[in-house]
């Protein structure tokens, strides 16, 4: 995917009452949204919702496998599925299999009918896209450079996000826009509505209902490295992300976790915070105020520090023949052309990095038992083709019980955190 240009956005607007055979797609936005669930006023809408998750959630069923599902009764299924289907929420797509008689009549929801934004706030750039109801993406994503310097209300970010937002909704239709989901580099604390520390972005104690206010869209925020696993399990559909570990290792180290298809964000919205897990007892000084965590030791500016000492230990290293004189402009992507040029001293230091990485990954499967362990994030997908064989090999030795995880480089790449904060929307 490239990045779209600001005047090149989709046409997301719904097809129109001609298209739908004069129907126009109902506002479907009340019933979706999980928080206002226990406001439905009459039993129709209790089956209509109860049904139109069902469908969403199998994507493909029929009526009387529905009414089996839910202990309904054929009637209120058809009457239910016939309201669904006059509101151009779901509609048919053949029939399916039978094991005796007529072969059922198939059910589908319409992906089409909403769009949802999932934006990730990245260490130099914001990347957003726009999403159908299952949290594919409909269109190429859009890139913001992040600003070093901090907006006019104090967060780094901030225009970014907004700018990004603007030109992902310019051509949409506001109400078929059912949410923005936020990935963010910190900890958010759902039960005050506000981001309780995002050091990266300047942020502590900031409450995001202004945010909702100045967008004018609903605005579901969630850990970058959470959205990032959910992107994971809604995209690839795979009964491996029933049981996830998603590790991101960028400016820090963090990760999302997806128990029994559902996502772990712990009491106050801290769970997965790997990068603060001890590796080393008496480490380096982490930013947190401990010492030896994971994040001290392979994140992105560790490396990029660890990478200029080998130069002065070594002036006739490969490393220096790829930056030059520029010593201060080394970047991960110099560090990588030197590894793959064969420059010992930096192969060695990338396996040590894999080393802490194994072990924290080791550590943390013995907790939750994960099917699939997916490594991601800038760092994590710059260098882990190369450091895969040892990460893999240090799991393998210090999780002893759990020798079916699999440990992968992330499918989708720098698009996890966004389709997952898409799919946030989607799912809460």
Known sequence: MTERGAGDGPDTAMPGP???GGRRPVDITQYFRKDNKERYASIKDINYVKIMDLIHSVRSISRSDIAFRLNLSKTTVTSVVNRLMSDNVV???????AVKGRKPRMLEFNKEIKVSVGVEIGDTECIGILTDMYAHPIDDPVITPISREASRDGWKGRTAVL??????????????????????????????????????????????????????FPVKVVNRANAAALGEKWYRADPKCQNLLYVSIGDGVGAGIIQNGQLLIGATGSAGEIGHMNVMPYGPLCRCGSSGCLESL?????????AKDLILKNRHSILRRVVGEQVDSIDLEAILRAAQEGDEDII??????AEYVGLALANAISMVDPQVVIIGGETGMLFGEMLLPTITRVVAERARYFREVEVIISPLGRLASCVGASAYVLST
């Open 18 to 20: 001609e298209e739908n």
């Open 163 to 216: 700018e990004t937002i603007r030109r992902l909704t310019e051509n949409a239709q506001h109400d078929t826009v059912l949410g923005v989901g936020i990935g963010i580099p910190g900890i958010y604390d759902v039960r005050h509505h506000s981001i309780r520390i995002a050091e990266s972005l300047g942020l502590e104690n900031f409450s995001t209902r202004k945010l909702e206010e100045s967008l004018g």
């Open 348 to 353: 060695k230091l990338l396996q040590q990095q």
């Open 298 to 306: 392979v994140s992105r500016n560790i490396i990029i520090a660890r």
């Open 91 to 97: 509609h048919e797509v053949g029939k399916g299999d």
